[in-house]
C-alpha cells in the first residue's frame, strides 16, 4: 500500500519541455490571430483588414523559438534519464 512515487528530474524536466512546447504554440497562434490583421485602405479609400506578414512571422518566430527551447529541455532530459538508469543499475550489481 505504500509504495514509493519519487519524482525524479528527468520527469520533471519532460513535463517541463512539454509545457514549453504546448504553450508557445498557444502564444504563437493567440499573436498572429490578435496582431496579424491590420487595417489598410485600399484605392477607393475603403478601409480593408489584411494579414501583415511581418506581424505573422513574429508568430511564426514565436512558436519556432519554443520549438527548439523545448526540444533542448527534452534532450536534457533524456540525458538525465540516461544517468538516473544508469545509477540504479551500477547500485544493483
Known amino acids: 500500500m505504500s509504495e514509493k512515487h519519487e519524482l525524479k528530474e528527468s520527469t ?4 517541463i519541455g512539454w ?5 508557445s ?3 504563437g497562434s493567440v499573436f498572429i490571430l490578435i496582431f496579424g490583421q491590420v487595417e489598410s485602405q485600399n484605392d477607393s479609400y475603403d ?3 489584411v ?3 511581418v506581424m505573422v512571422a513574429i508568430g511564426l518566430g514565436i512558436i519556432l523559438n519554443g520549438l527548439l527551447f523545448g526540444y533542448l529541455i527534452l ?3 533524456s540525458i538525465l534519464q540516461y544517468h538516473e ?6 547500485i544493483a550489481e
Not at 520533471?12 to 513535463?15: G, M, P, S
Not at 509545457?19 to 504553450?23: E, F, K, N, P, Y
Open 75 to 77: 534532450k536534457v532530459s
Open 51 to 53: 494579414w501583415s506578414g
Open 12 to 15: 520533471t524536466n519532460t513535463f
Open 85 to 90: 538508469q544508469r545509477s540504479i543499475t551500477n
Open 19 to 23: 509545457a514549453v512546447i504546448i504553450l
Open 25 to 27: 504554440f498557444i502564444a
Open 47 to 49: 478601409t480593408v483588414y
